[in-house]
């Protein structure tokens, strides 16, 4: 059961090999369909044609036989009247003497059927055979007769063999002493050429079958050699599939330890430092309430107060930093906006936003990605760039959106292949666009100092119509 189930659930490999091993098993299957019946066809041209030369030769031999008993009586047949009796016997005394071979001899009809001659066959002689045929229903003495009479020629039928008495195909060459309307004739046999003709049958098929057999041995070391390199290819992957899954999990563990050592960070050297100013200055306050110094204790709560206003505005970015909750509510426009105009506040970089209205809205997964891809640049841009003037444009277009950052600053090492290098943000802006079937373009050349451009491509598959969405209309600015 489990051999079946496996049989109809394949895994993937097991697919990989399928559709690599069919082609090849349909493509031997036609060659081999197509060389076997190719060798038939001009094995049989073959062996028709040797039958044919063998069955030729034995005909020219009757010929031969046929013109020397011709030689040996016709000198009597040539000086004998019609009805000359002792020329017949005599003639008839030298062709029953006539003999060769195992099986060889001369025979005479009259015209009206009557055997005269048959050494080897001596029941026949005196006898009528008109209308005598071969066990197949071939005529034989009257197609004889009628050769006979029109000049001379060849017929085919089975006969007994006198040696063995088994019948047998056999060939006889026949002509006709016209003035004393006989026929003379003598026969061979040819079962040697059938058994020959069946003996080049075999060989043929046994060719035949060693070839087949040579095709399934290729087609099967063949596949032995897919499905080891299959296994090889298929464990060779898996290895780099698991080592980049490694790395991708130390990536992300490395991006979350930064991540938390940046909020650690910034809530110790931000937030407890103002915590702690808070809690002196209420302490300060307390003491001098405690000593009636009602007046002295306004300064201390109102500078607490202040101090607290300060905690709460950094809690604030560091949340909007984290997930910005106007991403969410009003859209990826007005959060990018607010982005920058943060970043402008806070490092005192010029910073030009623009956007056109979208055709459609994008999708959770896309707002996200871009972003975060726009804060990412714009942390790369202060703490590396040198930059004194940002632009950032984005915008939905017919084939997608676009989110495109540039500075003036002195661009990056590498160029353009820093998009692939060790850097994490980089990185991290490629492995989005990635997820997203979408393109990152990174141009940059510190030689020329002409800054760099991050330019982020989303396809058309992430934006949605707008009655699909559920954010509300202030997301047409984005």
Same mark, same amino acid.
């Given at each position: 059961?489990?051999?079946?189930?496996?049989?109809?659930?394949?895994?993937?490999?097991?697919?990989?090999?399928?559709?690599?091993?069919?082609?090849?098993?349909?493509?031997?299957?036609?060659? +081999?369909?197509?060389?076997?019946?190719?060798?038939?066809?001009?094995?049989?041209?073959?062996?028709?044609?040797?039958?044919?030369?063998?069955?030729?030769?034995?005909?020219?031999?009757?010929?031969?036989?046929?013109?020397?008993?011709?030689?040996?009586?016709?000198?009597?047949?040539?000086?004998?009247?019609?009805?000359?009796?002792?020329?017949?016997?005599?003639?008839?005394?030298?062709?029953?003497?006539?003999?060769?071979?195992?099986?060889?001899?001369?025979?005479?009809?009259?015209?009206?059927?009557?055997?005269?001659?048959?050494?080897?066959?001596?029941?026949?002689?005196?006898?009528?055979?008109?209308?005598?045929?071969?066990?197949?229903?071939?005529?034989?003495?009257?197609?004889?007769?009628?050769?006979?009479?029109?000049? #001379?020629?060849?017929?085919?039928?089975?006969?007994? $063999?006198?040696?063995?008495?088994?019948?047998?195909?056999?060939?006889?060459?026949?002509?006709?002493?016209?003035?004393?309307?006989?026929?003379?004739?003598?026969?061979?046999?040819?079962?040697?050429?059938?058994?020959?003709?069946?003996?080049?049958?075999?060989?043929?098929?046994?060719?035949?079958?060693?070839?087949?057999?040579?095709?399934?041995?290729?087609?099967?070391?063949?596949?032995?050699?897919?499905?080891?390199?299959?296994?090889?290819?298929?464990?060779?992957?898996?290895?780099?599939?698991?080592?980049?899954?490694?790395?991708?999990?130390?990536?992300?563990?490395?991006?979350?330890?930064?991540?938390?050592?940046?909020?650690?960070?910034?809530?110790?050297?931000?937030?407890?430092?103002?915590?702690?100013?808070?809690?002196?200055?209420?302490?300060?306050?307390?003491?001098?309430?405690?000593?009636?110094?009602?007046?002295?204790?306004?300064?201390?709560?109102?500078?607490?107060?202040?101090?607290?206003?300060?905690?709460?505005?950094?809690?604030?970015?560091?949340?909007?930093?984290?997930?910005?909750?106007?991403?969410?509510?009003?859209? =990826?426009?007005?959060?990018?906006?607010?982005?920058?105009?943060?970043?402008?506040?806070?490092?005192?970089?010029?910073?030009?936003?623009?956007?056109?209205?979208?055709?459609?809205?994008?999708?959770?997964?896309?707002?996200?990605?871009?972003?975060?891809?726009?804060?990412?640049? =714009? +942390?790369?841009?202060?703490?590396?760039?040198?930059?004194?003037?940002?632009?950032?444009?984005?915008?939905?277009? $017919?084939? #997608?959106?676009?989110?495109?950052?540039?500075?003036?600053?002195?661009?990056?090492?590498?160029?353009?292949?820093?998009?692939?290098?060790?850097?994490?943000?980089?990185?991290?802006?490629?492995?989005?666009?990635?997820?997203?079937?979408?393109?990152?373009?990174?141009?940059?050349?510190?030689?020329?100092?002409?800054?760099?451009?991050?330019?982020?491509?989303?396809?058309?598959?992430?934006?949605?119509?707008?009655?699909?969405?559920?954010?509300?209309?202030?997301?047409?600015?984005?």
């Amino acid at each position: 059961m489990r051999f079946l189930r496996s049989l109809l659930t394949p895994s993937y490999g097991q697919k990989v090999f399928l559709l690599a091993s069919l082609p090849l098993i349909v493509a031997a299957t036609a060659i +081999t369909f197509l060389v076997v019946n190719q060798s038939r066809q001009l094995a049989e041209e073959e062996i028709r044609s040797l039958e044919d030369q063998l069955i030729g030769a034995k005909r020219e031999e009757l010929k031969n036989y046929l013109s020397i008993a011709r030689t040996a009586f016709v000198n009597i047949y040539g000086r004998a009247a019609p009805d000359d009796e002792a020329a017949k016997l005599e003639v008839t005394r030298i062709l029953s003497a006539m003999l060769y071979g195992q099986d060889g001899y001369f025979f005479v009809f009259d015209y009206a059927g009557n055997n005269l001659v048959s050494p080897r066959q001596t029941q026949l002689i005196n006898r009528n055979w008109s209308g005598l045929t071969d066990p197949a229903g071939t005529s034989i003495t009257d197609e004889l007769i009628r050769i006979a009479r029109s000049g #001379g020629g060849y017929h085919v039928f089975d006969w007994p $063999k006198p040696s063995t008495g088994e019948t047998a195909r056999m060939v006889v060459y026949v002509v006709g002493l016209q003035d004393w309307r006989w026929v003379v004739g003598t026969g061979i046999f040819v079962d040697d050429v059938a058994a020959t003709v069946a003996a080049a049958r075999a060989g043929v098929e046994q060719r035949i079958n060693r070839t087949f057999l040579f095709i399934i041995m290729i087609t099967a070391a063949a596949l032995l050699s897919v499905f080891l390199s299959g296994m090889v290819l298929n464990l060779r992957e898996r290895r780099l599939a698991d080592a980049k899954l490694k790395k991708l999990t130390q990536r992300v563990l490395d991006a979350q330890e930064e991540e938390r050592g940046r909020v650690a960070r910034e809530l110790h050297d931000g937030i407890s430092q103002i915590l702690v100013g808070v809690r002196y200055t209420l302490d300060n306050a307390r003491r001098r309430l405690s000593r009636g110094d009602f007046d002295g204790a306004e300064a201390p709560l109102s500078k607490g107060l202040d101090h607290l206003g300060t905690a709460i505005t950094e809690v604030r970015r560091i949340s909007r930093d984290l997930r910005p909750g106007v991403l969410d509510d009003l859209g =990826l426009g007005p959060a990018v906006k607010a982005l920058t105009d943060d970043f402008r506040d806070r490092t005192g970089i010029e910073t030009e936003f623009s956007t056109v209205v979208f055709r459609n809205r994008l999708d959770q997964d896309a707002k996200i990605a871009l972003y975060r891809i726009a804060q990412e640049a =714009l +942390t790369n841009i202060e703490r590396h760039s040198g930059a004194t003037h940002v632009t950032i444009d984005l915008r939905g277009h $017919k084939k #997608g959106a676009t989110l495109r950052i540039a500075d003036n600053g002195h661009g990056l090492p590498d160029g353009p292949r820093q998009a692939s290098g060790p850097g994490l943000g980089l990185r991290n802006m490629q492995e989005r666009m990635e997820q997203l079937d979408g393109t990152l373009r990174i141009l940059s050349s510190r030689g020329a100092k002409t800054g760099t451009v991050i330019e982020a491509r989303v396809p058309l598959t992430h934006l949605l119509p707008p009655e699909q969405g559920t954010e509300p209309k202030m997301e047409a600015k984005a």
